[in-house]
Every structure is written in structure tokens, then in C-alpha cells.
């Protein structure tokens, strides 16, 4: 009987929980593949260090989008890979899975889930929903008949769920997410400035001197790009401001989908909400002053949650532990 282990598939990031141990690997979830033979070059660190520098052989790719698999194959290479680094420190065959899926993906995109993970060398798969284990991960007390609602802000998707008595009684899910920002970081350094930047400095743009909320501005940064009107390289000062500026709009978007959330969750739990606060998960959690902005605009009090990165495996990992044989919360399918 191979060991039970967790798994976080994220747009990017993938996280490993194996039982007894907790979260063994952290990694993005990006895979450079030789383009002619589609063999696999790199995954995790190493091939996101490549993003946006690799020569015309290579391709460095995120198999998934928006929370769901674009690339089966891709997916199920580096799964494969990651199985194979967990399995060198623990002398275990083929695992037992337990994986997250998005609330409210497809009969379609569920299945691709499980079939990846099969297809990387499981022995068998059971699927959790994403909101509950993040839920679980933050501390919150889903069992219990009291409302609570959590925000997971990922790579792809932005994903806010109420939750009672164990269960999901309405979510939303929203395609706008920390990798838009970036997006919306390198349309206005083009557009502002001229300048063309890549992702992996947007991204550290975001992360260094992004914020939300003008108390929490957080100084300049010096990066390099090119110059669009000589095609030479540049190099300029951006300000906090500015981020902030580039990010507005998507950060706007997330906002109102919490506040439509709240607008149509039932008016007792709402009520139980503003009583318990709304928790903040993922990566994008850790967006500066976005605590202190979802509370002046919906008038909750907004906690992030302990290491929001960490949540969803921490919560796959509490129910691997902690339940016996797992047979009455989640189904294995195997192969
Ligand atoms: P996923 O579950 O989709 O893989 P994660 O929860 O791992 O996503 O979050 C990844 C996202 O969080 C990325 O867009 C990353 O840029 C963003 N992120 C990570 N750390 C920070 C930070 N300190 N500030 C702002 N955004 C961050
Ligand atoms: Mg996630």
C-alpha cells in the first residue's frame, strides 16, 4: 500500500504534503520542454527561472490556467517529477493522492484532474474542493453551523466561498488573480513609460513595492527593461505609487466580487460573517494593505491567514491525518 500524500496543484505554485511529515516541497508549477522531442528539460525553480529566456529550442511553460489543466502531458510530467523527488526521502512506490479541485470546474476538468494524476504514477486519487481545504489550512471551523467566508487569491483565479456546516453554500470565482496583476503591471510600464518588462519583474514589482493602500506605500525600485521606441535597454525608478496605479483595476474587480458575494449570501449567515471576519488566502493575501482594504470597503474585519502560500496543503494534510481510512469525506478512484 503506497503512502497517502497531498497535493496542491495551483496555476503557480505546487505543493506536497506527505502524512507524518507535512509540506515537503514548494515549487512553481512551470516545466521548460525541448520543443522538436517535448522532452522535459526543467520543473519547478529551475524552469521558472527560465521564463522569458530561453533560447527558440526551449520553451518555458505554466501547464495550467485560470486553475484548470491547459497542458494534460505537461501537467503529468511534472507531477511525475514530483512524485519521483518526494518518493527519494521516503521509500514509498506509488502514493495514494489526495488533490484539490477548484469549486465549481467542470464534470470535464474534474476528470482531467484525476487522470493526470494517475497518469503521473498514483496509485490512487480522491478530490477535495479547493475553498474547504484552504478553510481548513486557515483554521477556520468549517464543521461547525456557524457561517465563515474565505478568499483564496492564487496565480489564475480569485476564488470567494462561504462556508457552513462542512459544506460550500455559495461561491465565486473570478479569472483575475495575482498573474493579471502582473499583466496589468507590464501594460502600464509600456504604456506610462515606454518600457517593456518582463513577467518575472512585474511579478517582483508587485511582490517588493506593490500596494494597495496609499498608508502603506512601500518606497521605489529600480528595474531594467527595454526601451520601445530605441529597442535599446533601460533602466528606470518605479514608485509604489505607480503599482498601485497598475494594479487598481484588477485589484477592483476582487473587491466587488466579495461584495457581490456578501450581497447574496443568506441573511444569517452574512450576519455570522460580520460576526467572524472574512480570512485571506494564497499568495495574493500577502498583496500589501489588501487586508485593510477589503475592511474599510465592506466594513468586516479581514484576516490573512497564517501562511496563506501554505493553506490548501495544510488543510489536504489535516484531513490525511486526522481521519482513519478518509472513506467518509473523500472517494479514491484508481487505475
Ligand atoms: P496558486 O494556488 O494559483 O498556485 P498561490 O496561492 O501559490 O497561487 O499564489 C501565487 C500568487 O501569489 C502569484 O501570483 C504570486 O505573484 C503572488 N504572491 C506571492 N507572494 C506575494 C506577495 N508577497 N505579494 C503579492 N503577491 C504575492
Ligand atoms: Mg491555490
Redesign the pocket.
Known sequence: MGKSIGI?L????TLVYVKGKGIVLREP?VVAVEARSRRVVAVGNEAKLMLGKTPGSITAMRPLKD?VIAEFDVTAAMLHHFFNRVAGNTLFSRPRVIICIPYGVTEVEKRAVQDVTLEAGAQSVALIEEPIAAAIGAGLKVANAQGSMIV??????TEVAVMSLGGIVLSTSLRS???E??EAIIAYMKRKHNILIGEMTA?ML??NI?SVYPQSDRGNMVIRGRNLLNGLPATISVTSAEIREAMSEEISHIIDCIRTTLENTPPELASDIYDNGIMLA???A???GLDMLISRVTGIRTTIAKS??DC?AVGIGHVIESVGDMSGIVTFRSR
Open positions: 496542491d495551483g496555476t503557480a505554485n508549477s486553475g483564496d487569491i492564487g496565480g489564475g483565479t488573480a495575482g498573474d496583476l502582473d511579478e508587485k511582490k506593490g494564497g499568495g495574493g500577502l498583496l500589501s496563506p502560500l490548501v
